[in-house]
């Protein structure tokens, strides 16, 4: 009789830890699935962003390229034309991240960063755990039962 409810015992307890191994896998599927939503959106409002600036700056652009030239062809003095040029960068690089592929080519250098200078990216003192929290949070608990 003990044989037979020890049995169902152990089967219940197998079933019981398929099930919380099952429900952890979910649990994290969720998490990853809802990180990346958060990282599509914020991606999103980037560009958004990017796109938003770029009209304006365009317009300023527009309106500064048009005085500053106008200015040096009646000044008859080439150097109006100089701040053309860094505002042209600046515009350049907002059109190409607004609209361009300047997102891919990020996208693609850090997938190389991550596949060849992996020692670029290991934080100071290496990677933190449990104890060396636990450290931290003991000497900061010493600090503030001192005061």
Do not use: C, H
């Not at 109006?80 to 040029?85: S, T, W």
């Not at 990020?106 to 200078?117: G, H, N, P, V």
Request: glycine letters at 4%; proline letters at 3%.
């Amino acid at each position: 009789m003990g044989f037979i409810f020890s049995k169902s015992m152990n089967e219940n307890m197998k079933i019981q830890q398929e099930f919380m191994v099952m429900n952890a896998r979910l649990q994290l599927e969720r998490q990853l699935t809802m990180q990346n939503e958060m990282r599509e959106r914020q991606m999103a409002m980037q560009i958004a962003w990017s796109r938003e600036f770029l009209k304006y700056f365009g317009t300023f652009f527009s309106i500064a390229a048009i005085s500053l030239t106008t200015g040096a062809i009646r000044q008859k003095k080439p150097a109006f034309l100089i701040p053309i040029v860094p505002l042209s960068f600046i515009f350049t690089y907002q059109y190409d991240l607004g609209y361009g592929t300047l997102l891919q080519r990020m996208k693609s250098e850090a997938e190389d960063i991550l596949e060849t200078e992996k020692t670029k990216l290991e934080l100071p003192k290496g990677m933190i755990t449990f104890e060396s929290l636990e450290k931290v949070r003991r000497e900061q608990s010493r600090f503030f039962a001192d005061k």
